[in-house]
């Protein structure tokens, strides 16, 4: 994996990794000098993942939306296509600029009815054990976050083949 193929995405509270297949390879929560809760950049097999994009693993095309730190990745697959969204917020509240340690990520579809597939891997730091997730309404909060989605829970708790890809 180069670097030059990776889109940073952050807010100043902290910042993500993300290649072109739309994982996130790199990320230390809460802050910049914690220990990564994604880490696939050093280790691909044991280091955390949290992936949302083509069913196949595809590449997709990766652009920053003007004068933002936005980061879109648009995919043309055989059943349709999507973008996904990637971004860190930083707010104004009560006169005051806040960076809350939240990663977005929106996937939209375009056209047709696309396959999406979302994996989502965390790991404890550098011990890579997997955090247990604790399954909520419309979220699963982990040790080290909350995965929040309009997505039905079962699928997201259970990993499935790039075949048998959850629609979007």
Not at 73 to 84: A, D, E, I, K, L
Not at 110 to 119: A, D, K, S
Request: hydrophobic share 35%; glycine share 8%.
């Amino acid at each position: 994996m180069r670097l030059e193929n990776l889109g940073l995405i952050g807010n100043c509270q902290f910042s993500a990794l993300v290649s072109r297949t739309v994982e996130v390879v790199w990320c230390c929560l809460p802050r910049f000098d914690s220990e990564p809760v994604f880490s696939t950049l050093l280790d691909e097999q044991n280091g955390g993942r949290f992936t949302v994009g083509a069913p196949d693993g595809a590449e997709g095309t990766q652009r920053y939306l003007d004068n933002t730190n936005v980061l879109e990745t648009t995919f043309r697959t055989p059943s349709g296509s999507f973008r996904v969204i990637d971004f860190a917020p930083r707010l104004v509240q009560y006169e005051r600029i806040t960076c809350p340690t939240q990663l977005y990520r929106i996937v939209e579809p375009i056209e047709g009815t696309p396959q999406v597939r979302v994996l989502c891997e965390p790991r404890l730091g550098w011990s890579k054990a997997a955090p247990l997730g604790l399954p909520g309404s419309n979220h699963i909060r982990h040790a080290a976050f909350s995965a929040l989605g309009r997505y039905p829970l079962n699928q997201a708790r259970r990993p499935q083949p790039p075949s048998h890809a959850a629609r979007q």
